[in-house]
């Protein structure tokens, strides 16, 4: 593989050129005209250049975590004040994370990271010539059959609750990732889909049963999206089956258009993942689904629903973390469906800080449904959580399991089963005027 790093570097700063040259600034001061689409209340923007491109690391080994987070809270500084976007009186005290979730057990004294394991599902193709240092290679990005397997994520001692603690883009060209620094892909194997439900009922019947399953978005890797769901399997703190489900994303930023075409081709193969975990008979299956995945699971769910599907009854939560999903089509197509599901809770995190969201609204020409730039969305019989002004990653996208208040109130829905009304992390946010058929949205208690 030495012999092509060169080149790929040399290719990786010719695309960086061409994007900087292409998008500029992609977000212009002036707004694009309104569409119809659900009523929005509240809500606040930033004005500014962001990036056009979502869940792409800084392409610079010298950028440091402490700087990404010192800009990170300068964004969050820039911001309108969260005091004049609602009603400051109903903001309860900042809560102390630690307090809010119970942490993952102790590391042992010799332990310098902690296997976690996860199952997982996937309609990427199978690479004949895989690099045996690297267990992601054993697929590729191509859309083929679905197939199933296990994998094992290292979480290192040194790890922070919504950290996923990576090598830089320049290092991982010349150095293998370190598991006592590193969340590190350690393992995956493929097996038939008998013998992972076969694993899948032996763990729900010696552990919590029930499933916790991930779908990424886009731009996203096979190996960083396993990392992802072991970060949250263990942040979670979760005791039971951790699912993976991987569509075939090219990992790539310039390959939105493609991304979304395979998002669109997965939705068949997750319906039949669902059925296959809904077939275990778990007492609940909770998903979290983040960016473009969210389309494939809205898309999954509706078809479901629509077909009177037994396994819907099985699948008691749905997170939509920054969902890139057409307002219009949400609100018209998806929406009433969900409203079918009276079995399954949804909780839709939002924010007006979006860069990633904002880049899709400039290439598909319409607003997303998880961009509050232009009001919160009112959705009966949906929690919608606006997250604005949450510290996450260099574009504001991937809050869900970068901010430890999220992962806090994610905990407290998952874990303790509480309603939003109940769970600490979050203020309510009546609307403006208020009447008696208007909505109630949340916001994420910020701490001081």
Not at 324 to 344: G, K, S, W, Y
């Amino acid at each position: 593989m030495n012999e092509f790093r060169i080149p790929l570097i040399a290719a990786f700063l010719a695309v960086v050129a061409v994007v900087a040259l292409l998008f500029g600034n992609p977000f212009p001061s002036t707004p694009a005209p309104e569409q119809a689409g659900p009523e929005r209340h509240g809500g606040a923007a930033s004005e500014g250049s962001e990036p056009p491109i979502a869940e792409m690391e800084p392409p610079a080994e010298s950028v440091s975590e402490q700087e990404v987070a010192s800009a990170e809270e300068g964004e969050v500084a820039a911001a309108v004040p969260l005091e004049e976007r609602a009603v400051e009186e109903i903001m309860p005290e900042p809560v102390i994370v630690e307090e809010a979730v119970e942490m993952p057990a102790p590391f042992e004294e010799n332990e310098t990271h902690r296997d976690v394991p996860i199952f997982f599902a996937t309609n990427r193709g199978l690479n004949p010539e895989p690099d045996l240092d690297d267990p992601s290679s054993n697929f590729t990005d191509d859309y083929d059959v679905l197939r199933y397997g296990t994998g094992i994520v290292s979480i290192p001692r040194v790890h922070e609750m919504g950290q996923l603690e990576s090598q830089g883009w320049f290092a991982s060209l010349m150095f293998e990732p370190n598991e006592e620094k590193h969340v590190v892909l350690q393992d995956l194997t493929a097996w038939t889909e008998e013998e992972v439900m076969q694993m899948v009922a032996g763990d729900l019947a010696e552990s919590e049963n029930a499933i916790l399953m991930y779908v990424h978005g886009f731009n996203t890797s096979l190996d960083k999206a396993a990392r992802r769901a072991g970060q949250l399997t263990y942040d979670l703190a979760w005791d039971g089956p951790s699912f993976l489900f991987s569509w075939p994303s090219r990992g790539r930023a310039i390959n939105y258009l493609s991304d979304s075409t395979m998002a669109q081709r997965s939705v068949p193969d997750l319906k039949e993942v669902l059925r296959d975990l809904a077939a275990q008979d778990p007492d609940r299956i909770i998903i979290i689904a983040h960016s473009m995945g969210t389309r494939i699971i809205s898309e999954a769910m509706a078809e479901l629903v629509a077909e009177n599907d037994p396994a819907v009854e099985e699948i008691t939560t749905i997170v939509l973390a920054a969902p890139d999903i057409d307002e219009v089509v949400f609100r018209t197509r998806l929406f009433p469906r969900f409203q079918e599901a009276t079995t399954t809770h949804f909780t839709l995190y939002a924010s007006a800080e979006d860069s990633a969201l904002k880049a899709s609204k400039e290439a598909n020409g319409f607003r997303r449904i998880g961009d509050t730039t232009d009001g919160v969305p009112r959705l009966p019989g949906i929690d919608v959580i606006d997250a604005t002004g949450v510290v996450s990653d260099f574009f504001g996208h991937t809050y869900f399991g970068d901010n430890t208040s999220i992962l806090s109130d994610i905990y407290e829905m998952v874990h303790n089963q509480r309603s939003v009304d109940q769970r600490a992390m979050l203020a309510p946010v009546p609307p403006e005027p208020p009447t008696p058929e208007a909505i109630t949205h949340w916001r994420i208690n910020l701490p001081n």
